[in-house]
Nanobody, 128 residues
Framework: QVQLEESGGGLVQAGGSLRLSCVVSGRPFTVNTESWFRQAPGKEREFVAAFNRINSDTRYTGSVEGRFTITRDNAKNTLYLQIDNLNPEDTGVYYC?????????????????????WGQGTQVTVSS
């Protein structure tokens, strides 16, 4: 099994920055893709960013590219999401997720149904 635990959320003003962390434990060798999703109240969980553990390739949703950066520290088994220039629409619970599938030319990685492993989430609130 794989366990994921997010941290780093909080309350920030618009224009500020946060760095979210996701510690991966258990059997991480089974994981090839690690991603961030977010969910605002009353909205469906949406894809934010993905990281290919094989070649460090990344993917972003169009609304965050240029402001969000996904990285990984292999020594710490930790996935990060650096968020800059936050705006109120970024508010929501941010989740990390892991899957054995490998990122390819398809868009499977944007769908929550493809990820069997999820963290509990960390709240990000952006005030205006």
């Amino acid at each position: 099994q794989v366990q994921l635990e997010e941290s780093g959320g909080g309350l920030v003003q618009a224009g500020g920055s946060l760095r979210l962390s996701c510690v991966v434990s258990g059997r991480p060798f089974t994981v090839n893709t690690e991603s961030w999703f977010r969910q605002a109240p009353g909205k469906e969980r949406e894809f934010v960013a993905a990281f290919n553990r094989i070649n460090s390739d990344t993917r972003y949703t169009g609304s965050v590219e240029g402001r969000f950066t996904i990285t990984r520290d292999n020594a710490k088994n930790t996935l990060y999401l650096q968020i800059d220039n936050l705006n109120p629409e970024d508010t929501g619970v941010y989740y990390c997720a892991a899957a054995s599938k490998v990122i390819d030319s398809s868009n499977w990685y944007i769908s929550v149904t493809h990820y069997p492993y999820w963290g509990q989430g960390t709240q990000v609130t952006v005030s205006s």
